[in-house]
């Protein structure tokens, strides 16, 4: 797998981006797209971004929740919750 999109013809319909990151974020990317089955870095950025532009009603702050009842999951100190309840709990947000 290649961290980079190595197409030498390059996509009419694509514009090429730069950002600047810590070292240490990158790394999370990089493991992040890896673990989760993208074919490159390009690929997985371009999900998040999108995803986060499809779904603006997600706060910072919702993010955030959803991140830390996952790492309770993982680490056994939260019970799971059916996805009923979730899009219970989401529209109670709306």
Known sequence: MSDTDTNDT???EKTNINIRIT????????????QEGFN???????YVLRDAVKHPAFTRESW?????????????EGDAISSED?????????
């Open 40 to 46: 490159s870095r390009s690929e997985f950025i371009r």
């Open 23 to 34: 070292e240490s974020f990158l790394d999370d990317i990089d493991a992040t797209w890896e």
């Open 86 to 94: 979730v899009l219970a709990r989401l529209e109670q947000d709306d």
């Open 64 to 76: 955030k929740e959803i991140a830390t009842e996952e790492h309770k999951l993982r680490t056994g």
């Open 10 to 12: 390059p996509d009419p």
